[in-house]
């Protein structure tokens, strides 16, 4: 499940992916303060996070760059586990990470207008 490479919403699916590596670091501050996860924990599964999206995000022309892409989603809303905030956060990214694909099929040559 990817986009063809001269499809236009391949640099919105890039962006997503670079702001939810962004968000996950940003979450470690979160996972301590308010959540009260051990600095550890938080560091380990915030940098692996946003690892995880900036491989995803630096190899989506490569078959593997789609497969990394939906497995952060999940990471996204999994992190929900570690603060609370991240399931509302992380659900958003998802839908919109869903939505922008779904619109590019729909921009791929030879789609009608009735397929998704």
């Not at 063809?4 to 996972?31: C, Q, T, W, Y």
């Not at 301590?32 to 999206?53: H, K, M, N, R």
Request: hydrophobic letters at 60%.
């Amino acid at each position: 499940m990817r986009l063809g490479p001269k499809n236009p919403m391949n640099s919105a699916v890039l962006s997503i992916l670079v702001f939810e590596a962004i968000i996950f670091v940003l979450a470690v501050a979160g996972m301590i303060q308010v959540s009260g996860v051990s600095v550890p924990v938080a560091f380990t599964a915030g940098l692996a996070a946003a690892a995880l999206a900036s491989a995803a995000a630096a190899l989506l022309r490569r078959p593997i760059g789609y497969p990394l892409g939906w497995l952060t989603q999940g990471v996204a809303v999994g992190f929900g586990f570690l603060t609370d905030t991240m399931f509302w956060l992380g659900g958003a990214f998802a839908v919109i990470w869903v939505t922008t694909f779904v619109l590019g099929r729909r921009l791929e040559p030879g789609a009608t207008a009735g397929s998704a």
